[in-house]
Every structure is written in structure tokens, then in C-alpha cells.
């Protein structure tokens, strides 16, 4: 029984639609309707679509309604929902109509809208849609819909085309726009004839703008060096781990010679009191306090700050283990580190706290030992005799009895878990020190939960007379100081500087080097084969080699900067990346025998920047975009680059390597920035440590800003290297409709391109295509600005990123001779 499709209750929502949707695709699918005339296309497809997926009713539709305007004939359909009116012009299923294109929007007037078949249709549909002063003219063959608003049609209008059989996607938004029910909502004054103001940004016309790449083929067999030398966890919990990859030295320069910049104190005046740790002597702060530590009196609170990955974890834990156990051994330290990441973000601190006090309690220690005997029975001993004399006097006789209720209520003071852990570890501390380590507090960032944790660690000193050490991050300090939980205690305050990354580098990859010694495995390469490797050892002589000098080496370096835990992500995303050809470089060394085979920068940039990402992005890269500000302003575009280098050229004199925030507002506001914009920018590249505050405090327009190592190799080197430039061009905006019309239709041939070397060549095309847009750009804004002179860089940046794509061309033709 066929149903009578006017009793067909209208989809409601697009999953009810999507069903008949697809009843429809398949019936399309089985058909060959390349012949069919208009009548048959419309039986088979857009009558079913219009009445079946949009929900149109038989009295809301007129079909072969005569046209009096212009053109004199029938309408194939004519939609109306209250006021709203909608035209349809269909054609036959295999007329030429566009195909399917990732532009969803074309120019009515354009080579493709603006002849043969469509241009046919679009003609008829629009005089049709005058006379019947609908609001949108449709026309369609059925596959291709192309539809635009009838009373704002002029000229440099453009039309949306959606493709429903090719694309889900386009036929959800079929029925969001045209479903009867939707119209009832008012969804045609969403339809519109100018693009969107969507900025148009090269990504979108990839095919694999969000794709992945897989790991590289040597990274599951290098983990056991990852896990041991790179990851933070297991480096942590080994002293022999810990030993061979701790620096004892600090990274403290004043002048970079390479950028030609002076570099400030890291550590900001607002800390000026703490005395600076000194890693590397025998005998360090935190030793003698120990050293001097009375364990009758609760003894002031031990801050150790310093900068975000500046190692403060790594310090701690190396002076457990090694540095400071001599100390440790020879007073008998009662030492409990405990690590708030554990915790999490929702955890209760104060449970937290005791949980892992008690936790220490319950642990053997053989030579400090806190079983029932030695600890448990002397810190209740006062309470027991209390006990046997009182209330328990008439059950003191009876050992059994007494020694059940004796269990009983020590099993209460344990579960209660604070009596219980204050009770003994007062009886500890005024027989040994003891001392007490809170690290991560400020992990999270939260502020409530910085200032109860520290106020819990402050209070269990004086409750237990342990020593608390307590490490925050310095902008963590700078933010509390004011706080009563700080102002409330005697503090001793020490800061610590971060190490050089690069030895922090050097000591880790040596260790990863030793741990794969002598383990052989064997590599699946691209072409098929395999490749037997002896010794895995070899992959970390290369990769030392290729990170620890030259240019590569001087890129991780600074980027890195004074933030060892960043500098460590980036090489641990570079080792595993499928960026980097890592069969290619173990078979130059081991087959070739080329000892001197280095990671290609390009592969070294992209493995660190990109890890996992086939196509750079900047909301999911560890990269800053220079060349975008995204602040939505074409003036503003360049921002980034311009206030970096607004910095570095006050960084090449010492005493004036600190600017104020207020200063760069005074200046760019000529250039039509507001405060929130220069505001913004600066926290942005603060936020990626290219600028930091000279106060550790958080940015604002009354900020005292400096450019960091970072941001002077971001914007003297490799702003101006091809890798770079290339990448965040994907993600830049191109206002320029030439521009961008050239660029995507580079980009279009270079993914169609048959071999390296023509690939190549493109790409140098389309990097000197860019970079003149830029320069164009930055010329049209700075050119009637006076004082920003200093400022301007794109042409000198221009000339050595289209010298780098010169050289990769020469090196593609070297090496892909046809």
C-alpha cells in the first residue's frame, strides 16, 4: 500500500529528516538518471525532497504557476509559508551544474555561476523570483542546489551552493534553511549574498586541514629512554635517573649575542629578598637550614620560587635523593614529599594533606621507623597513663581488657585520620626533624585553592613543629604576597633559577643514549622492507648531533628558554612525531654509513611545533603566529610582529630593556589600535613566554613588559625561515581578494602537483606571493605613521624567507634530478 504523501507528517527536526533523507539517496543511488529529462528528475528527487525532507504541504506548494514579469512562462515551483516566498527553477538531473568544490559560495556574475546551463537557470529562476516577489530564488538539477536572496541580488552578489547527496553536511543545512518549519522560524533572513566574515585562511581549501600523522617508526621502540630520561614521572622517583640528568648550573645571561639583546633579571624585584639557590655548591640554603633546624618550635615556612618549568620539582627531589642525603641520613630526617598534581583540581586539601601524612606513618622505614613501638605507643604514652589512672583505672588490672579498649580507641583516632597524624607526628619531631614537602600547589592555577593549601601547610607547622617547604611559581608568590595566610607567618624565602636547557638537554639524551645501548630492534621501513638495527643507541648519537648545535639546536634552545618542562615537551613531540624520517636517518647512518647525518631543520621545526597535527593551526600548535593578530582588523593584522619588534629594539640597551605597557599603547594607538588591543596581543605572547612582566604579575596596561630570549628568536630568525612562514601562512588571514584568489589557486596545484621537484617549485611561487601580500600590507599601514620606522621588517623578512625557498628549490633538483 502506497501512502498518500500529503498525509505524511513533516519532519520536525533534522534526525526525523535525515531517514528520509537517506530512502531517497539510495532510490538516487539505483537509478541512472543522467538522461532524465526535467519531469523525471523532479518526480524522482526534488518532488520527494520538498515534500518528504523539507515538509512542504500540497497547499503550500504551487507547481506550473504562469509568470507574468519579464520572462513569460511557468515557475516549477513556487513555496509559500505565511509572508515568505521561495522560488524553484529545476533542471534535469544531468544538466551542467557545478560539481561538488570546498567554495560554498561563488559570484553570480563569476566564469561558473555566470554561464552555460547554470547561468540558464539562474536567469529564468531570477526573473521568475521578481514576479512573484519571492525572497529566495532556488535553482537546482536536483544534485546541485544553488540558491541566493532575491532583493539584495546586484551585481557583485554571490549565490550558496550545496551539494545534499555529496555531502551530509549540505543536506542538513538543505533542511535548516529551506524545511517548511525552519521558514516558519524565519530562516531565509539567515540567507545572505556576500560572503561571510570569515576570514579566509588557507586551511580551508586543504583536503587535510585537520589530519593527523602517525608516530614515527622508531618511537615505540625508543620508550624505555623516554620514560626514564625525558618524562618527569620516573625521572623523579630514581636517584640513579636523577643523577645523571640533573644540571647543577643556572641559566643567568645578561646579552644574547646571536639576537643582539639584552636579557632581564628572571627573577622579578618583587622577590628581591630571597637569596638565589646555589645548585652547585657543596653545601646549599636548603642544607644548612636543615642543618640549623631545632625540632622544639615550629620553625618558619621555606618558600623555594621560581619561573614556571624552571625545575623546582627536579631540585627537591634530586636533594632528597642525592644531593642532600647525607643530611638527611645523618639527622635522621623524617622527608615526606607530597605532590598536589595527585590531588587533582576538586580535591579536598586538607584530606589530602593528612591522607598522605598518615600514608607516611603506615610505610616501613627502617631506619627512622614510625611503626606502633617506636612511634605510635610513645606519642600516646601521656595519654595512656591519663587513661590507666582514670576512667580506666577498674579494667587496669585486666591486661586483655585494657589492651582491647586501648585498640579500640587508637582504631578511632586513626579513622578520624587529624588526632591520629598530629599526635605522632608531634612525638616525631621533637625527637627528629621533621620536614614536610608541598609541591604543585599552584599547579592548577586556581586561586582559592593556592591560598588553602598553603594555609593548611602553615597551620601543620605549628601544629606538628615540622619543617614546611613549600615550592610556588614566582608569579604564584607575587599574586599571594599581600594574602593574611603570607603575611601571618615568618617565611624563608629562596629562588631558584632555571638551568640551561641545552645541558638540561645534553644530560637527558646521553642517558637515553645509555639506556639503549646494545638493545637492537628492527624498523619497517616506507618502501616495505625492513631495517635490522644493532645498536639502538645510534638514533640518540644522531638526534644529539642534530639538536644540540647548529641552527636546530639554536631554535630549541631559545624557544625553550628559561622553561625546561616546555623545552622538554617539544623534544619528547619531536622524538615520537612522524614529522621527522627517522628510518631515513638510521638507515643513512647504519647502511650508508654517513656519521654525520643530521634531522633537516624543516622535520626538526615541524616534529617539536606540530607533534601529531599534519597542518599547522595555531589554537592546537605550540607555535605563535607573527603574520596574524586575529583581532579581525587588517591594520592590526601584523601586531605581534610589530610590538615584538618594539621590544627587541628597546632590548638593545640595558637601560632601557624594560617597557612599559603604557608606552606600546601610546605608540600603536596611531595605528588605530585601541588599549584591549594592545593589551590582548601583549598577553598573548605573554601567555606563550615570547614577552613576560617584569613584576611576575599578571599583564596589564600598567605592566612593565620585556621581550624574552623566545620572543627575540621568534622575531630575528624564525620568523624569516621557510618552514615557518610557510606553515602559519595556512592559518593567516588574506584580506586581499587577488591575494587570495592567487594563493588558493597555489595551493589547489601544489596538492595536485606529480613530483617533488614541480611541488617544489610552486611552493617557492606561493611563499614570495605571500610575503609580498605582507609586505604590502605592512607598507599600506606604516607608511604615514611617524616613529615606526623601527618597526617596519617584512621586507628584510621577505628577502631571506624567498632565499630559503631559492635553496630548497636548488636542493630539490639536486636531489630529484626529473
Not at 529529462?37 to 507547481?63: H, M, P
Amino acid at each position: 500500500m502506497t501512502t498518500n504523501p500529503s498525509m505524511v507528517k513533516a519532519p520536525s527536526d533534522w534526525g526525523e529528516a535525515s531517514e528520509r533523507f537517506d530512502e531517497i539517496t539510495a532510490q538516487v543511488s539505483n537509478k541512472d538518471l543522467s538522461s532524465a529529462n526535467e519531469a523525471q528528475t523532479r518526480f524522482d528527487v526534488i518532488d520527494r525532497l520538498v515534500k518528504e525532507v523539507l515538509g512542504w504541504r500540497y497547499g503550500q506548494i504551487s507547481v506550473e504557476e504562469p509568470s507574468e514579469g519579464a520572462r513569460h512562462g511557468y515557475v516549477d515551483y513556487i513555496l509559500r509559508s505565511g509572508d515568505h516566498v521561495i522560488v524553484v527553477e529545476a533542471k534535469k538531473f544531468g544538466a551542467a551544474f557545478p560539481t561538488p568544490t570546498r567554495k560554498r559560495q561563488l559570484k553570480l556574475s563569476g566564469s561558473v555561476l555566470g554561464s552555460g546551463d547554470t547561468a540558464s537557470a539562474i536567469c529564468q529562476v531570477d526573473q521568475y523570483a521578481n514576479a512573484k516577489q519571492a525572497d529566495v530564488a532556488i535553482a537546482t538539477n536536483g544534485f546541485c542546489w544553488i540558491y541566493y536572496a532575491v532583493r539584495s541580488r546586484d551585481e557583485e552578489s554571490y549565490a550558496t551552493l550545496l551539494f545534499p547527496f555529496h555531502n551530509q553536511a549540505d543536506a542538513r543545512a538543505l533542511f535548516e534553511s529551506f524545511a517548511e518549519a525552519q521558514v516558519e522560524k524565519g530562516s531565509l533572513e539567515r540567507v545572505t549574498n556576500t560572503l561571510p566574515r570569515i576570514e579566509d585562511r588557507l586551511l580551508s581549501v586543504l583536503h587535510d586541514a585537520d589530519g593527523r600523522v602517525d608516530r614515527n617508526n622508531i618511537a615505540d621502540h625508543i620508550l624505555p629512554a623516554l620514560n626514564s630520561a625525558l618524562y618527569a614521572d620516573a625521572l623523579l622517583s630514581s636517584p640513579v635517573h636523577l643523577e645523571r640528568c640533573f644540571v647543577s648550573t643556572e641559566a643567568r645571561t645578561k646579552f644574547d649575542n646571536t639576537l643582539g639583546m639584552y636579557l632581564a633579571d628572571p627573577k622579578p624585584p618583587t622577590v628581591k629578598p630571597a637569596r638565589r639557590i646555589r645548585k652547585s655548591k657543596d653545601h646549599s640554603q636548603l642544607e644548612r637550614i636543615l642543618e640549623r633546624s631545632a625540632s622544639s618550635f615550629a620553625p618558619p615556612v621555606t618558600l623555594i620560587i621560581g619561573p614556571v618549568g624552571a625545575g623546582k620539582s627536579t631540585y627537591l627531589k634530586h636533594f632528597e635523593l642525592i644531593s642532600g642525603r647525607d643530611v638527611l641520613n645523618r639527622h635522621r630526617v623524617h622527608w615526606i614529599y607530597i605532590d598536589f598534581e595527585e590531588m587533582g583540581p576538586e580535591g579536598d586539601p586538607r584530606k589530602f594533606l593528612y591522607g598522605k601524612l598518615r600514608d607516611y606513618l603506615l610505610a616501613e622505614h627502617p631506619d627512622n621507623p614510625t611503626d606502633y613501638r617506636n612511634a605510635v605507643e610513645p606519642a600516646y604514652e601521656e595519654e595512656i597513663k591519663g587513661l590507666a589512672s582514670g576512667p580506666w583505672a577498674p579494667i587496669f588490672t585486666n591486661k586483655e581488657e585494657f589492651n582491647k579498649r586501648l585498640a579500640e580507641y587508637l582504631a578511632r583516632e586513626y579513622e578520624a585520620v587529624e588526632p591520629y597524624v598530629d599526635k605522632i607526628f608531634r612525638h616525631l619531631a621533637s625527637k627528629r626533624l621533621c620536614v614536610v614537602v608541598l609541591d604543585n600547589i599552584d599547579l592548577y592555577e586556581d586561586d582559592k585553592l593556592e591560598t588553602t593549601v598553603f594555609a593548611e601547610g602553615l597551620a601543620l607547622s605549628k601544629r606538628i613543629f615540622a619543617n614546611i617547604i613549600v615550592s610556588v611559581r614566582d608569579k604564584t608568590f607575587v599574586r599571594h604576597r599581600t594574602d593574611s595566610a603570607f603575611d601571618a607567618y615568618e617565611l624563608r624565602k629562596l629562588w631558584l633559577d632555571p638551568p640551561p636547557f641545552k645541558e638540561v638537554l645534553s644530560a637527558r639524551l646521553t642517558y637515553s643514549k645509555k639506556i639503549l645501548e646494545g638493545k637492537s630492534a628492527r624498523v619497517d621501513l616506507a618502501n616495505g622492507m625492513h631495517l635490522a638495527i644493532p645498536d639502538l643507541s645510534v638514533f640518540f648519537e644522531i638526534v644529539q648531533r642534530s639538536v644540540l648545535r647548529g641552527s636546530a639546536g639554536d631554535y630549541i634552545d631559545s624557544v625553550a628558554d628559561l622553561n625546561i618542562r616546555r623545552g622538554l615537551t617539544l623534544i619528547t613531540n619531536f622524538l615520537t612525531s612522524g614529522h621527522i624520517q627517522a628510518d631515513r636517518a638510521l638507515k643513512a647512518y647504519i647502511v650508508e654509513g654517513n656519521r654525520r647525518y643530521l634531522f633537516p631543520f624543516h622535520e626538526v621545526y615541524k616534529g617539536t611545533m606540530l607533534a601529531q597535527w599534519r597542518r599547522y593551526k595555531e589554537e592546537r600548535s605550540e607555535c605563535v603566529n607573527l603574520f596574524d593578530a586575529r583581532l579581525g582588523a587588517k591594520s592590526l593584522r601584523l601586531i605581534r610582529l610589530w610590538l615584538l619588534n618594539h621590544l627587541l629594539t628597546k632590548a638593545q640597551y640595558e637601560h632601557t630593556v624594560e617597557v612599559p605597557v603604557e608606552d606600546c599603547i601610546e605608540l600603536f594607538s596611531a595605528f588605530g589600535a585601541s588599549e584591549n588591543h594592545v593589551v590582548g596581543t601583549l598577553k598573548h605572547l605573554y601567555k606563550h613566554g615570547l614577552v613576560r612582566t617584569v613584576s611576575a604579575e599578571e599583564l596589564d596596561a600598567q605592566s612593565t613588559v620585556v621581550a624574552t630570549r623566545s620572543g627575540g628568536y621568534y622575531a630575528k630568525i624564525l620568523c624569516r625561515k621557510l618552514v615557518y612562514a610557510e606553515e602559519v601562512m595556512l592559518d593567516t588571514a588574506i584580506e586581499d581578494p587577488d591575494a587570495w584568489q592567487a594563493l588558493s589557486e597555489d595551493t589547489y596545484a601544489i596538492e595536485a602537483a606529480g613530483s617533488v621537484r614541480e611541488r617544489m617549485n610552486l611552493r617557492a611561487e606561493r611563499i614570495q606571493r605571500f610575503m609580498s601580500y605582507l609586505v604590502s600590507l605592512e607598507s599600506s599601514v606604516l607608511e604615514t605613521m611617524a616613529g615606526a620606522a623601527h618597526l617596519r621588517k617584512m621586507p628584510e623578512i621577505m628577502e631571506e624567507v624567498v632565499a630559503d625557498a631559492d635553496d630548497a628549490v636548488r636542493r630539490s633538483m639536486r636531489y630529484y634530478p626529473k
